[in-house]
């Protein structure tokens, strides 16, 4: 995979298994001490929802709330995995490169220029992702070329936290292996203890966690026991 020199080494952060949580879920009146809390825990990805209330119904995050976590993740070791499910995604794209993006995923629903989207956020120096809604066939990430660093599989449909993983998710992850090269899968939605050990099977590698960390009691304990189900080794 080419990009330029910070490409390459946010590139190597995602080499090794992960589970990232998602501060989607997280107390926003402490974010901070949320962030630090699973951090401390040994996680070094923090994944971070971004929706505009067209591609999916809610609203959330932008570029200034990752401004300001930006350097508390990366002064301890993380990265920051910026999920975009918004429209016109392109426009976004070098707002949030500049407020710290380590990784950025945008949804192969949401524009019509794939190949050209994963390239931009290559030259932004960005991991470059693209994701796929459960409806959205994986033949439909077949056709890049290598272009995505990274393919998230959506285990829920995208929009609200909390929500029940599909059953079916498994199976499509494996089916996405066949198409996906040497490009790193992630799985958002519903993971948790029960469920990342059978996607860790299924072959994904990065796995967003949000209501099963920061709705726990011990958000540090449930990261860890998420993560000991999904075989990521306790450094990471």
């Not at 825990?41 to 971070?48: L, Q, T, Y």
């Not at 524009?111 to 470059?128: N, Y």
Request: glycine letters at 12%; hydrophobic letters at 45%.
């Amino acid at each position: 995979m080419s990009g330029p020199p910070d490409h390459k080494a946010r590139l190597e952060a995602f080499s090794e298994p992960h589970v990232a949580p998602s501060i989607l879920s997280a107390d926003f009146s402490r974010l901070g001490s949320a962030i630090s809390e699973v951090m401390d825990a040994g996680a070094r990805v923090i994944h971070f929802d971004v929706m505009d209330g067209h591609f999916v119904p809610p609203i959330t995050v932008g570029p200034l709330v990752a401004a300001a976590i930006g350097d508390q993740v990366h002064e301890a070791g993380g990265v920051l995995d910026v999920h975009l499910m918004i429209e016109r995604p392109e426009r976004q794209f070098a707002e949030f490169a500049k407020a710290g993006a380590d990784s950025i995923t945008f949804h192969e629903e949401a524009t019509p220029h794939a190949h050209r989207a994963l390239g931009a956020i290559r030259e932004l120096g960005c991991v470059a992702g693209i994701a796929i809604n459960p409806g959205t066939p994986v033949e439909a990430v077949g056709e890049l070329n290598g272009m995505a660093d990274l393919i998230l599989a959506m285990t829920v449909n995208p929009g609200w936290g909390g929500q029940s993983f599909i059953d079916s998710s498994p199976d499509k992850v494996r089916r996405l292996t066949g198409v996906s090269g040497d490009a790193v899968i992630e799985v958002d939605g519903g993971i948790g203890s029960d469920t990342a050990g059978v996607m860790a099977e299924a072959g994904a590698t990065l796995f967003v966690a949000g209501s099963a960390i920061f709705g726990a009691d011990d958000p540090a304990a449930a990261y860890s026991e998420i993560a000991a189900a999904a075989g990521v080794p306790p450094e990471n």
